[in-house]
């Protein structure tokens, strides 16, 4: 899978909170470092042991640089920024009970609306996994020669 580029100049982020999650009471904001172990711990759960280390070296950003989904004091997702490397995008997830409502997409740009106001022209967003979502959500453009990216050789993590 190609990393794709996001032009940060290019994107609107006016009106990135949609109706529909404030009158579900569903708050996304950025995280604080005292959630740090509860977000990595669902991250872990939800995600995965490689995620939920990437996770928590967001939580070591000064600001935080991860965005969460709280409905009723519950974790709904995440997403980070600036984890594993500078100016890369992810990961994200949504619990999968709450997908297709407007999550992901409002984490997405409040990470890159993150990125664009610390002063980054353009998001990486790494070997994606989920290629429809980032193409519904803003426009993208597939960096060339990059599979296996950043990322080659990496450790897996086995039961
Ligand atoms: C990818 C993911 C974060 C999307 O979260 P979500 O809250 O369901 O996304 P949204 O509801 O904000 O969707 C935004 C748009 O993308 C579309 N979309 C979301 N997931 C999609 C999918 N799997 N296939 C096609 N379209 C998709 C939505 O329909 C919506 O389109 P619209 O604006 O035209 O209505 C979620 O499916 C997830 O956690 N997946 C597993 C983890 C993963 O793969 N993360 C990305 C790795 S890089």
């Known amino acids: 899978m190609a990393d794709l580029l996001v032009k940060l100049y ?6 990135i909170y949609p109706d529909n999650l404030k009158e579900n009471g569903i708050e996304i904001r950025r995280s604080l470092v005292p959630e740090k172990l ?4 669902w991250v872990n759960k939800t995600f995965g042991a490689a995620w939920a280390s990437e996770c928590e070296v967001s939580f070591a950003q000064q600001p935080v640089s991860c965005f969460v989904a709280i409905k009723s004091g519950q974790l709904l997702g995440f997403s980070c920024y600036n984890a594993t490397f500078k100016g890369f995008l992810g990961p994200i997830g949504v619990e999968p009970k709450y997908r297709f409502i407007g ?18 022209a ?3 967003i790494g070997s994606i996994g989920a290629k ?14 990059s599979s296996p990216g950043a990322y080659k050789g990496i450790l897996k993590y086995h039961d």
């Open 10 to 15: 290019d994107l609107q982020f006016t009106d």
């Open 38 to 41: 509860l977000v990595s711990a």
């Open 103 to 120: 999550i992901g997409k409002v984490l997405l740009l409040s990470c890159l609306k993150a990125m664009a106001y610390q002063g980054y």
């Open 122 to 124: 353009y998001a990486i």
């Open 132 to 145: 429809d979502f980032f193409d519904q959500s803003i426009t993208t453009f597939e960096i060339p020669d």
